[in-house]
């Protein structure tokens, strides 16, 4: 076991792939041949810092896409970014309201972005009849 975990580590030094090395660059999320997630991570130092840019969704009773509005040109700076394993935390303030996302990068191309749903949103969606999105699929475009 000890071996193995040595192996993994040297692995990881030698290429220089962490998860800011992944997750950094840019993706987006379509549908129905529409774009409307834009979203662009860079490393900053030894952090990661990027912005967001999402139109509006509608989804079904399942949570899945339904309708989609392209998204906006001009995209939001993250706030709080932060990664822990393949998984990269950062919020995003909508004018009223702070959303919460976090993308979970399954491999070089491709990644999902996940609305967090604190119990709060999920009374408030429930109340309006809506239930949580499910994860959205982003890839890194050519």
């Known amino acids: 076991m000890r071996a193995f975990v040595m192996?993994?580590?040297?692995?990881?030094?030698s290429t220089g792939q962490g998860v800011a090395d992944t997750a950094a660059g840019s993706w987006i999320g379509q549908f129905n041949g529409r774009t409307f997630v834009r979203?662009?991570?860079?490393?900053?130092?030894d952090?990661?810092?990027?912005?967001?840019?999402?139109g509006n969704i509608q989804v079904?009773?399942?949570?899945?896409?339904?309708?989609?509005?392209?998204?906006?040109?001009?995209?939001?700076?993250l706030s709080d970014v932060t990664?822990?394993?393949?998984?990269?935390?950062f919020a995003r303030k909508d004018v009223d309201d702070?959303?919460?996302?976090e993308l979970h990068v399954?491999?070089?191309?491709?990644?999902?972005?996940?609305?967090v749903v604190t119990d709060e949103l999920r009374k408030e969606l429930a109340d309006a009849g809506i239930p949580p999105p499910k994860p959205i699929a982003l890839?890194?475009?050519r």
């Open 139 to 141: 890839i890194r475009p």
């Open 83 to 89: 990664r822990k394993g393949s998984t990269v935390s």
């Open 39 to 45: 979203l662009e991570l860079r490393v900053e130092g």
């Open 106 to 115: 399954t491999d070089a191309s491709h990644a999902e972005l996940h609305l």
């Open 98 to 101: 702070t959303d919460r996302f």
């Open 7 to 13: 192996a993994a580590a040297i692995a990881v030094v």
């Open 47 to 54: 952090r990661l810092a990027g912005s967001l840019s999402i």
């Open 60 to 77: 079904d009773k399942a949570g899945a896409l339904e309708r989609v509005d392209e998204a906006p040109a001009q995209a939001a700076p």
